[in-house]
């Protein structure tokens, strides 16, 4: 099953999955923690920047964390997928 959310720029979860905490760790860098909410170690992250025109410069994911880097600070959307075979 899908986990998402909506962040604000500053790194607040504004709304999302139950168990999703999320960190902005410098300019336009988040970390999305999901510590046991992905069935399967393989996931594909999805952002969306909702306010603005940054780019991502780095999207990264793992069965408990992704980090996601833009050129700036802003506020976005998120989706992870798990991977099924």
């Not at 860098?29 to 170690?41: D, E, R």
């Not at 980090?67 to 700036?72: D, L, Q």
């Amino acid at each position: 099953m899908p986990i998402g959310g909506l962040v604000s720029s500053t790194g607040n979860l504004l709304s999302g999955t139950p168990g999703i905490t999320v960190a902005r760790t410098g300019v336009g860098a988040y970390t999305i923690t999901h510590t046991g909410l992905m069935p399967v170690p393989g996931a594909i992250p999805t952002v969306t920047p909702i306010i603005g025109s940054p780019t991502v410069s780095s999207l990264q994911t793992t069965g408990n964390t992704t980090t996601v880097t833009f050129s700036a600070d802003v506020t976005f959307f998120f989706t992870i997928n798990p991977i099924r075979r």
